[in-house]
């Protein structure tokens, strides 16, 4: 059985409203504000959203077992997050992806099952992330 492995690379910026302290979720977004709630959110103006991703892409997160390898970079310093992907996805919202600890899913959400959540990335990397001006690189690599 061989392994077929898709990646989506998304660029973004910090921002200083960034809290970082959501137990549940972690989030990227393409929105450019952001207040203190967004308290899962470690990215914005990101490049692309949910609705960005490429057909193939979307297609293989779908796989029942799929999973999702996000590696988050800035300042170098480098955070992965791994979770899995589900037939539910609808992949289609516009501004906003959103990895979950557990497996809720609404058109908002990326992936399922995280292994972390905004809460538990470093606080080295969430401090370079207050930096309105430091650039994020995402990348989500999906294996099936």
């Known amino acids: 059985m061989s392994t077929s492995k898709i990646n989506e690379v998304i660029f973004g910026h910090g921002h200083e409203n960034i ?4 137990k549940t979720t972690l989030e990227f ?3 450019t504000h952001l207040s203190k ?19 193939e892409f979307k297609e293989n997160l ?3 077992h799929a999973k999702l390898n996000i590696i988050i970079e800035a300042g170098g310093i480098i955070e992965q997050v791994n979770a ?12 906003d992806m959103v990895i979950r600890k557990g497996d809720y899913v609404c058109n ?9 959540t905004a809460l ?15 650039k994020v690189k995402i990348t989500l690599v999906v294996r099936v």
Request: glycine letters at 4%; proline letters at 6%; charged letters at 30%.
């Open 37 to 55: 709630k967004g308290d899962c959110i470690v990215t914005v103006a990101a490049d692309k959203a949910l609705a960005d991703l490429t057909a």
């Open 29 to 31: 977004t393409n929105d």
């Open 19 to 22: 809290q970082a302290t959501h």
């Open 108 to 116: 908002r959400t990326l992936a399922v099952h995280a292994d972390k």
């Open 62 to 64: 779908r796989k029942p």
């Open 84 to 95: 899995q992907g589900s037939p539910k996805l609808t992949l289609t919202h516009p501004t």
């Open 120 to 134: 538990d990335l470093s606080r080295d990397l969430v401090e370079k992330l207050k930096n309105p001006k430091q």
